[in-house]
């Protein structure tokens, strides 16, 4: 039976009770049809024999599994976009609700990069705050677009923000890397976890990293491998990264992880793009990063009970 044939008959049995019925239209878009690729292997397969980019496969992935036309996917695409590039903006202004521990600082590293008061004044220094910026409506309950994660909201955001507006990559170019970095986080939904309470941090902004690194490549031109390869050195670089977030919250030290990883995104993609050669491949470091993090303790994943969160000042900071 096709889904809309199920949810009509559904429907009509829901109001032959003898109750009041609402539904609405399904949060997440449906799945309709097979995967063309579950693993990097495939997946650089697909991209060489269609001569495509990461970007490209990953839309007509969507395309094949949701049953949906191109264009309908890349709208939806920029729509989400639209809003990760909204938490960025309104994290800048002051009208935010206050966080229980932070103090809002996004827009103050902003106006002090504007009058030169930093040492780098680099478009690396100007994507952190960006992702700070987004930190901070998420802690203040905000409206952001989770990319893996609500806990790595800054990282993707803040990176296709930095290439759209510092780089001068249009809209569309933008959509495709936020496919090609769907594409890196759509491998390990296969082969991971996105959950810190299962593998620690680095499944969450350390994976945010990696598509977000895989995203630049996108808009570099770069080849799939590339693409899969500077993702590989990003989660790399995170590998046993523990989740100790302050007083439960995701304040401390999530806020500075997101901009510290997001600016590292383009030193991951450089290297690759400039010769670096990763003897490690992508499928293998997810695998290697779930495996890390199921050895961690419970106290450092996620329950606030080690690490950072565990110091004396945390302490304090909790009550």
């Known amino acids: 039976m096709q889904t809309e044939d199920f949810s009509k008959e559904l429907m009509i049995s829901l109001k032959k009770l003898d109750i009041d019925t609402w539904y609405l239209k399904p949060i997440f878009y449906v799945k309709k049809g097979d995967p063309i690729f579950v693993s990097i292997e495939q997946m650089i397969t697909l991209t ?146 996105f959950a810190a309470e299962v593998a620690g941090c680095q499944v969450e902004i350390g994976m945010a990293g990696a598509m977000a690194s895989a995203s630049i490549i996108e808009a570099a031109n770069g080849s799939t491998v590339n693409a899969v390869n500077a993702a590989a050195i990003s989660l790399q670089n995170t590998m046993g990264s523990v989740c100790d977030l302050v007083a439960g919250l995701c304040e401390i030290p999530c806020h500075t992880r997101n901009a510290s990883i997001a600016s590292s995104a383009f030193v991951c993609a450089d290297l690759i793009l400039g010769g670096y050669i990763n003897p490690i ?30 110091t004396k000042t945390a302490k304090k900071l909790s009550l």
């Open 48 to 193: 060489d024999m269609k001569n495509i980019s990461l970007g490209n496969i990953a839309l007509e992935y969507e395309s094949k599994v949701l049953d949906l036309d191109r264009e309908e996917i890349l709208k939806e695409m920029k729509r989400r976009i639209n809003i990760m590039f909204s938490s960025i903006e309104n994290g800048f202004e002051k009208k935010l609700s206050k966080m229980k521990i932070l103090e809002h600082s996004a827009s103050i590293i902003y106006k002090n990069e504007q009058n030169g008061r930093l040492f780098s004044n680099s478009v690396n220094t100007t994507c952190a705050i960006r992702a700070l910026s987004a930190m901070d409506v998420v802690s203040s309950g905000g409206i952001v677009c989770a990319a893996p994660t609500g806990g790595s909201t800054g990282v993707l955001p803040a990176v296709l923000y930095t290439l759209y507006k510092d780089y001068s990559i249009d809209m569309k170019k933008i959509c495709y890397c936020a496919l090609a970095a769907g594409a890196i986080g759509l491998i390990n939904s296969y082969r991971s976890t």
């Open 281 to 310: 491949p992508l499928d293998e470091t997810i695998d290697a990063s779930l495996e890390s993090g199921k050895l961690l303790p419970e106290e450092l994943r996620c329950t606030a009970l080690g690490g950072i969160a565990n």
